[in-house]
C-alpha cells in the first residue's frame, strides 16, 4: 500500500521539504515523515502538487513514458483567440524543442482563492483564462508555451494530475489517499 497526499500549494512555496534561505517549504504544511513530491510545481505557480511515500508510485506519476496528463488554469495578458488555441493545440517551438500537442481551450475566469500577492494589473491590457492539458513535463512549460504566442502568464493554477484532481482543497490544505500497489513477483538470486 501506498500514501498519496493530494496538496493544494499555494503561490510562494517551494516544492520540496528541505529550507532554502527564507522561502516557505512544502514542511511547513505537511509533517507526514517519508513522503515526497512526485513531480514539482514551480514556487510562482498554485495548485495540485502530489506526494507519496512509495517509490514505485512517484515514478507512474512523473515518468515521461506514462503521459499523465496535467491540467492547468492559465491567466494570461491578452486576449486569447481560436488561432492561439490551435497553435497550443499543435505544439509550440520552445528553444529546446517543440512540444507536444495539447488540449486548449477558452474559459470564464474560474471561482478562485484570491493569490497573496494579487497578480499585476494594467487597465489598458485585458487577461483572459485558458484551460491547458499537457503530456509532457518540460521545464515552466506552459509559461513558455503562452509567452512564445505572445501572451505572457500571469497566474497558473494546476487542477489535475492523471486522475486526480484538486477538488474543494483551499491553498495548504491537503488529503490523503491509500493507494493498493500490485505486488511484482520478485526472483531471488541463488
Known sequence: MAKLILFNKPF?????????????TLGEFI???????????DTDSEGLLLLTDNGPLQHQITHPKHKQPKTYWV?????????????LEQGVLLKDG????????????????PRHP???????????????????GKNRQVRRMT??????????????I???QLGCLKPGE???ETIHMPIKNQTKRK
Open 12 to 24: 510562494g512555496v517551494i516544492s520540496q521539504f528541505g529550507k532554502s534561505g527564507d522561502k516557505t
Open 31 to 41: 509533517n507526514f515523515k517519508g513522503v515526497y513530491p512526485a513531480g514539482r510545481l
Open 75 to 87: 491567466q494570461v495578458e491578452g486576449e486569447i483567440n481560436d488561432e492561439t488555441i490551435n497553435h
Open 98 to 113: 517543440p512540444t507536444r500537442r495539447a488540449k486548449a481551450r477558452i474559459i470564464s475566469p474560474p471561482d478562485l482563492w
Open 118 to 136: 494579487p497578480i499585476r494589473s494594467r487597465q489598458s491590457v485585458p487577461t483572459s483564462w485558458l484551460e491547458l492539458t499537457i503530456t509532457e
Open 147 to 160: 509567452a512564445a504566442l505572445g501572451f505572457p502568464t500571469l497566474r497558473l493554477v494546476r487542477t489535475t
Open 162 to 164: 492523471g486522475k486526480w
Open 174 to 176: 491537503f488529503s490523503c
